[in-house]
């Protein structure tokens, strides 16, 4: 029954593999909630310095007097939306 002492019924090598799934798919998760967070830490990063940039212009615009001030705010609350 028993394998030189080393594992149970199944033998050494299947020992190994039954415990090595599991570990295996933990590891796997923690990489891809790893990717994820990092990959939606970038896109908000993106997202903010892109949305900055819009609200410069868009004060630049109104300041210069191109748009009305009524224009700015219809255009101010779509930014923020």
Excluded: D, H, W
């Excluded at 903010?48 to 219809?74: D, H, V």
């Amino acid at each position: 029954m028993f394998c030189n002492g080393f594992g149970t019924y199944y033998g050494y090598g299947g020992f190994n593999l039954i415990i090595m799934i599991p570990v295996l798919i933990v590891c796997l998760l923690i990489a891809y909630f790893i990717y994820k967070a990092i990959s939606s830490r970038n896109l908000n990063l993106a997202t903010n310095i892109s949305s900055a940039k819009a609200m410069s212009i868009l004060n630049e615009r109104f300041a210069k007097g191109e748009i009305s001030e009524e224009e700015y705010k219809t255009k101010k609350n779509q930014m923020l939306k």
